[in-house]
């Protein structure tokens, strides 16, 4: 017997419009999970920017003004987790909407007020979903 390996093609979400729709900043330890996200964001016509932990995030977030959303695991290395990138964003941001994910529970208190929650495996239909419902609110 040999290897078998199934490949699943996805259909793009959405048709790709002209211009992007807004600027994410999606923030995942896990490279392979950070390239899924983004790729899914930027099929839905998202222009995405991505950051390895909150430490990479925070300067991206000082050096670049478009960014709207910020899609972030929890759970991740360096000086802030992601409970601590919202609250920071909610502070010195307050205008950029926050999407957390995690494959743990989450106590709904722990989420910001603004902010969105998604577990993980996270469907990308519902990601896509949580960030234009922050984008057009």
């Known amino acids: 017997m040999g290897t078998f390996v199934k490949c699943y093609c996805y259909k793009t979400m959405h048709e790709k419009p002209a211009k992007p729709r807004c600027v994410v900043l999606i923030v995942e330890d896990e490279p392979l999970v950070r390239l899924t996200g983004a790729d899914l964001l930027a099929e839905a016509g998202f222009e995405v920017l991505e950051a390895s932990n909150a430490d990479e995030a925070l300067r991206i977030l000082e050096a670049t003004a478009a960014v ?18 919202a609250r920071h964003i909610c502070q010195c941001w307050p205008g950029i909407g926050i999407v957390l994910t995690s494959g743990h529970r989450i106590p709904a208190e722990t989420i910001p007020s603004e902010g969105r929650f998604l577990p993980k495996p996270y469907d990308g239909q519902a990601l896509v979903r949580h960030i234009e419902e922050i984008v057009n609110h």
């Open 68 to 85: 709207r959303v910020v899609f972030s695991d929890v759970e991740m290395p360096g000086s802030l987790d992601g409970f601590g990138l």
